[in-house]
T-cell receptor, first 112, second 114 residues
């Protein structure tokens, strides 16, 4: 079993739609739960992170963590064409270098 | 632009040749990471430095790979005797050690081995 599972997509939605992106993980020791956005030919950039179970909102983006189910989600409201990118879930164990464990990424396209 | 730069952005080489990539991190960041990303996959950790000390290497980093950070500033990643399986995007990231230690990624070096 892979440590992180993420549906690679591609996912195509109309402008204004609500997008739901999800990951499951198996390592219960992960402490931080993150979402990165990666535009084509660019490096990933941190979008949001959470530390505990529950929801965290930032503008049109909401990150949700359910530690009991080992499941995290990212919701994008009122999606825009500029949201078209690959979204990577990532997990962090602090200590020992803080190396990130990424999902495969979900490719999202928001159509006009 | 995150402030992390990588050079070159693209490299095409023939199998068996050696290649070297450079990463310049954000100046006050004492941690520097190398990741590899193949098509359709997320980045995978290769190695990291704290200042000039290389503290961890992934088993993905075969003996053909070597990384240095001689003065705790820029870093180089060298691949000797390249193979077609080395074709990937090589990403560098830097961070502080305090708090979350958010990693800021460079644009990557895309390597194609013919």
């Amino acid at each position: 079993q892979k440590e992180v599972e993420q549906d690679p997509g591609p996912l195509s939605v109309p402008e204004g739609a609500i997008v739901s992106l999800n990951c499951t993980y198996s390592n219960s020791a992960f402490q931080y739960f993150m979402w990165y956005r990666q535009y084509s030919r660019k490096g990933p950039e941190l979008l949001m992170y959470t530390y505990s179970s529950g929801n965290k909102e930032d503008g049109r983006f909401t990150a949700q963590v359910d530690k009991s189910s080992k499941y995290i989600s990212l919701f994008i409201r009122d999606s825009q064409p500029s949201d078209s990118a690959t979204y990577l879930c990532a997990f962090l164990l602090t200590g020992g270098g803080n190396k990130l464990t990424f999902g495969t990424g979900t490719q999202l396209k928001v159509e006009l | 632009d995150t402030g992390v730069s990588q050079d070159p952005r693209h490299k095409i080489t023939k199998r068996g040749q050696n290649v070297t990539f450079r990463c310049d991190p954000i100046s006050e960041h004492n941690r520097l990471y190398w990741y590899r990303q193949t098509l359709g996959q997320g980045p995978e950790f290769l190695t990291y430095f704290q200042n000039e000390a290389q503290l961890e290497k992934s088993r993905l980093l075969s003996d053909r790979f070597s990384a240095e950070r001689p003065k705790g500033s820029f870093s180089t990643l060298e691949i000797q005797r390249t193979e077609q399986g080395d074709s990937a995007m090589y990403l560098c990231a830097s961070s502080l050690t305090q708090g979350l230690g958010e990693q800021f990624f460079g644009p990557g070096t895309r390597l194609t081995v013919l």
